[in-house]
């Protein structure tokens, strides 16, 4: 079973249940958890619940996650579970699912993202995922993973809004009004940078797309976008890069979290996906600002 299997398993409610569970010690009897996690309220002297499958659908992607364990009679923290605020959360769950095996279930969350990558390399634009609908995303997305999850299928269209959700979550997607978000990994980028160290540092451009692509997997050449690229049978430019790092290094650029350099001698320089309307076309190094988070 995967996170996206309990769709409304959200990552505020997840993290909810993760504090909560702390905040007892690290583990509840099995009667105590659920009148916790589902009190409900009155209403005319009646009890009035959430439905069981709502209730437990954050329990069911926090195991599916691995941060809780559980059988009849209690509930448990995860053995090590550090806890933090909503950031460190979302640095947790980055790294536990940027970790997970091929084939695992949770690998599609960022499979997926990884084939969105590969596949706006190869036609060039990111523009694609606004003209199909969730049912055609899911089916193109499901055709260009493997393995299988409960239903039979790692993608459908109930788990792309779930997908998003955590996406969102873990700062590789940006929320549109009136429109679906746009997959941006701008803010993990800088996230990444700040927890590699890099903070504050200049760097040529082939250090700092190692640094990326082995903290960011599924943007250009880290594993999981070169596993996608051959799934779906491209070969990725040696020279430049695809829409969606180049979007996200073109918006960091233009926050000042890092500042894009050309020098004067520009052989061997990095070049980003087209993009008229913007004045950056190519790199030779990069500088970091001292802090890069928001």
Not at 162 to 170: I, K, S, Y
Not at 233 to 239: A, L, Q, R
């Given at each position: 079973?995967?996170?996206?299997?309990?769709?409304?398993?959200?990552?505020?409610?997840?993290?909810?249940?993760?504090?909560?569970?702390?905040?007892?010690?690290?583990?509840?009897?099995?009667?105590?958890?659920?009148?916790?996690l589902n009190p409900g309220f009155q209403r005319d002297g009646v009890l009035v619940q959430a439905s069981p499958k709502l209730a437990g659908d954050g329990p069911g992607a926090a195991t599916a996650l691995g941060l809780v364990e559980s059988d009849r009679r209690e509930v448990r923290s995860?053995?090590?579970?550090?806890?933090?605020?909503?950031?460190?959360?979302?640095?947790?769950?980055?790294?536990?699912?940027?970790?997970?095996a091929v084939g695992d279930t949770n690998a599609v969350v960022l499979d997926a993202y990884a084939w969105v990558g590969a596949e706006s390399d190869r036609?060039?634009?990111?523009?694609?995922?606004y003209d199909v609908g969730r049912e055609e995303f899911a089916d193109l997305a499901n055709a260009a993973l493997i393995g299988e999850d409960d239903d039979g299928r790692m993608m459908n269209s109930t788990k792309v809004p779930?997908?998003?959700?955590?996406?969102?979550?873990?700062g590789l997607g940006q929320p549109m009004p009136e429109t679906l978000d746009y997959p941006s990994p701008a803010t993990r980028i800088a996230i990444e940078l700040r927890r590699s160290g890099s903070s504050g540092t200049t760097l040529d451009s082939a250090s700092f797309l190692r640094i990326v692509a082995a903290r960011c997997p599924y943007l250009d050449g880290g594993r999981l976008f070169t596993q996608a690229c051959r799934r779906i049978?491209?070969?990725?430019?040696?020279?430049r890069l695809?829409?969606?790092?180049?979007?996200?290094?073109?918006?960091?650029?233009d926050e000042r979290s890092i500042?894009?350099?050309?020098?004067?001698?520009?052989t061997g320089a990095v070049l980003l996906a087209a993009e008229p309307t913007h004045p950056i076309g190519s790199f030779t190094s990069v500088e970091i600002a001292a802090e890069t988070a928001s």
């Open positions: 079973m995967s996170v996206l299997s309990r769709p409304q398993g959200t990552p505020d409610r997840v993290w909810s249940l993760v504090a909560g569970l702390t905040a007892l010690g690290g583990e509840a009897d099995r009667e105590t958890f659920d009148r916790l995860a053995e090590g579970m550090p806890i933090g605020d909503m950031s460190d959360f979302a640095d947790l769950i980055h790294d536990r699912l940027c970790g997970v036609v060039g634009g990111l523009g694609w995922i779930a997908w998003r959700r955590w996406l969102r979550f873990m049978g491209h070969t990725p430019s040696e020279t695809s829409p969606l790092l180049s979007g996200a290094l073109r918006d960091l650029h500042t894009l350099h050309l020098a004067g001698d520009s």
